[in-house]
């Protein structure tokens, strides 16, 4: 039995053909989508080549053979292929028949690019907000508290007891002399008063902190030979 070879027709678009095919028998859309039960929007859109209108491919491709095969032609694998060749997608690809684009490779770069420099930038951004973060906590002066005596006061005492607490490790100076701390960072030192109107400075700092600094002013009302005992401080009116 010979074999007829059939070759492809690329006069008319697959569409065109098969609305051929179909007018031929004298057949309607309407009653083909009966006969077929593959609803009539799929075999219009098969006549008009509107890939778009179809389901997914895989879909698509069997409709179309069930709708050939009711229109009783021989040329079934024919149509397949015109419609494989025209259709240029897969069972796994989407029903939009837009061509693939090629991507770039310098497209690929361009982003790994992006990304490498956004995560280089997060890095520096974090990085300078720890550092920016850590100096200030070395710069910044520390917590100073002076408990006694209260600024203002008078007093008949030759001297009076400065007492106060600050962060272990600081340089605590009272008056310009250095003051050794508790280990709880805790200080008391007496200070030596003069007739008069006394400013004691008390003066804390870490190392490359700013200083901490508070002031008493302390009022001595009488001579030192007639300083009275602990407990003589009086506030002044």
Not at 35 to 59: I, Q
Not at 123 to 128: C, E, F, K
Request: glycine share 8%; proline share 4%.
């Amino acid at each position: 039995m010979p074999f007829l070879i059939r070759k492809l027709n690329t006069a008319h678009t697959l569409g065109e053909e098969i609305r051929e095919l179909r007018r031929a028998t004298g057949l309607t859309l309407s009653e083909l989508e009966e006969r077929t039960k593959v609803r009539k929007c799929f075999l219009d859109a098969f006549e008009r080549d509107d890939f778009s209108a179809l389901p997914e491919t895989l879909y698509a491709r069997n409709y179309l053979r069930i709708y050939l095969r009711a229109l009783e032609t021989s040329d079934v694998d024919y149509f397949m292929k015109r419609w494989e060749e025209a259709r240029g997608t897969c069972d796994f690809k989407g029903a939009s028949a837009m061509p693939r684009q090629r991507v770039r490779h310098g497209a690929f770069t361009v982003a790994n690019r992006f990304v490498k420099v956004a995560g280089v930038a997060a890095i520096l951004v974090a990085v300078t907000a720890y550092i920016g973060n850590e100096v200030r906590t070395i710069t910044s002066a520390p917590p100073l508290l002076v408990y006694g005596p209260e600024d203002g006061a008078a007093t008949r005492n030759a001297s009076v007891t400065v007492r106060g607490e600050t962060d272990p490790g600081t340089n605590l100076k009272v008056n310009g002399q250095k003051i050794l701390l508790n280990a709880n960072g805790s200080f008391e030192t007496d200070v030596s008063l003069e007739r008069g109107v006394n400013v004691i400075k008390v003066e804390g700092a870490k190392r490359y902190s700013r200083s901490a600094t508070e002031y008493r002013r302390i009022v001595l009302e009488a001579d030192k030979s007639t300083a009275m005992g602990p407990g003589g401080t009086e506030r002044i009116p």
